[in-house]
């Protein structure tokens, strides 16, 4: 009976995000190529040494973020893959030999690239990005916990009063999982191409007169 009561409440909880503004809210900020877009249009503003800095700021960005991404949604995700690796590769095909590295790169490959198709309303692509949104953050949730109640430990909450520091250690739980299924892998990208777009613009004549020969 549990078992039944628990996917009825999952079921209902995936109904209300795809119904709801805030699956669309969260679709938008997930959307790469928009955002791209957007990187694009700065960095083509951005020339000579201030493009140098700031590419160089964005490249620390995107290490950062993509070391985060690995341990924090990479790791887990590939713990609980391997089920399914081991059965696909048990086939013995060898063109399946980095099967087991794309599968787990496939639930941020589809929250990250297929947004712009989800929302054009295609709903078979919408109903399994949503699976594996759910996924991501299950998977990623307990690393998230184990993190936090380091910090707990630590004493990074004790400054709080006594009726606010259950509600900052959930908080920072509920907060590093969503950092970790979606935001970190997403800034990674985002920073390295922007990084690299600046790069391009450094030997370029500044707009503002800082000519180049």
């Known amino acids: 009976m549990s ?5 009825i409440i999952a079921g209902g909880v995936i109904l209300a995000l795809v119904n709801s503004n805030v699956a669309d809210g969260l679709l938008s900020a997930l959307d790469l190529s928009d955002n791209l877009k957007r990187a694009v249009d700065w960095a083509r503003g ?14 620390i960005l995107a290490y950062v973020f993509g070391a985060l991404a690995y341990r924090y949604d990479l ?8 089920p399914i690796a081991a059965d696909v590769l048990a086939t ?7 099967f087991a590295l794309f599968l787990t790169l496939l639930p941020t490959l589809i ?8 929302q054009r309303d295609i709903k078979a692509l919408q109903w399994m990005v949503y699976f594996f949104i759910f996924f991501d953050i299950v998977t990623d949730f307990g690393e998230a916990v184990a993190l936090v109640e380091v910090w707990q430990r ?3 909450f004790a400054p709080l009063p006594g009726a606010l520091q259950g509600a ?4 920072a739980k509920i907060g590093w999982t969503f950092a970790a299924s979606f935001a970190f892998e997403f800034l990674a990208i985002l ?7 600046l790069a391009a613009n450094v030997r370029a004549p500044g707009g503002g007169g800082g000519g180049g020969r």
């Open 46 to 59: 951005v020339r000579g040494v201030p493009a140098g800095v700031a590419s160089a700021c964005f490249f």
């Open 154 to 156: 630590g004493g990074l």
């Open 168 to 171: 900052a250690v959930v908080m």
């Open 75 to 82: 790791v887990p995700t590939w713990r609980f893959i391997q």
């Open 3 to 7: 078992d039944i009561i628990a996917w």
């Open 191 to 197: 920073c390295a191409v922007t990084a690299l777009l």
């Open 92 to 98: 013995g095909a060898e063109w399946l030999t980095l």
């Open 111 to 118: 929250e990250l690239a297929t947004v712009g198709l989800v």
